[in-house]
């Protein structure tokens, strides 16, 4: 049998957590949640520049992230052919929504929230876990 190994995915956050898009998954693999979420913090300040306000790192096994994971490009579409807009694929929003959520449902609303986004938030149970960070006030 082989092992499972944890993936974590970053996500980039509006001010209340409540729009949430991906940003990257991390090419380290762990092998157990507490050991991804243990490096959370220190893998968060990579994404200092991203054009968020909070960033969100989450460690999981892969099998639940396959849905989050960005597609392989198309080929090029044949000439004539003017190329749709890029969208988001479903499986990144609803991974995205779904953390997003999770996260909301442990912060408290409104002002609140930056307050308590002044040092990172762990949330860690058997399956997952989850890291928000407020990156610039």
């Known amino acids: 049998m082989q092992a499972v190994l944890i993936a974590m995915t970053i996500l980039g956050c509006d001010d209340s957590v409540s729009q949430c898009s991906y940003v990257a998954t991390v090419d380290k693999r762990w092998e157990?949640?507490?050991?991804?979420?243990?490096?959370?913090?220190?893998?968060?300040?990579?994404?200092?520049?991203?054009?968020?306000?909070?960033?969100?790192?989450?460690?999981?096994?892969?099998?639940?992230?396959?849905?989050?994971?960005?597609?392989?490009?198309?080929?090029?579409?044949?000439?004539?052919t003017a190329p749709a807009a890029p969208k988001e694929p479903p499986g990144i929003a609803g991974f995205a929504e779904n953390i997003a959520g999770q996260v909301r449902a442990h912060l408290p609303s409104g002002k609140d929230v930056k307050e308590t986004l002044s040092k990172p938030v762990h949330f860690v149970s058997a399956s997952y876990s989850w890291v928000v960070t407020r990156l610039n006030d």
Request: hydrophobic share 50%; proline share 12%; aromatic share 4%.
């Open 32 to 80: 157990t949640v507490a050991a991804c979420d243990a490096e959370a913090e220190r893998r968060l300040k990579a994404y200092a520049n991203v054009s968020y306000p909070s960033v969100i790192a989450v460690c999981e096994a892969p099998r639940a992230l396959a849905a989050a994971e960005p597609p392989k490009p198309a080929p090029a579409a044949a000439a004539g």
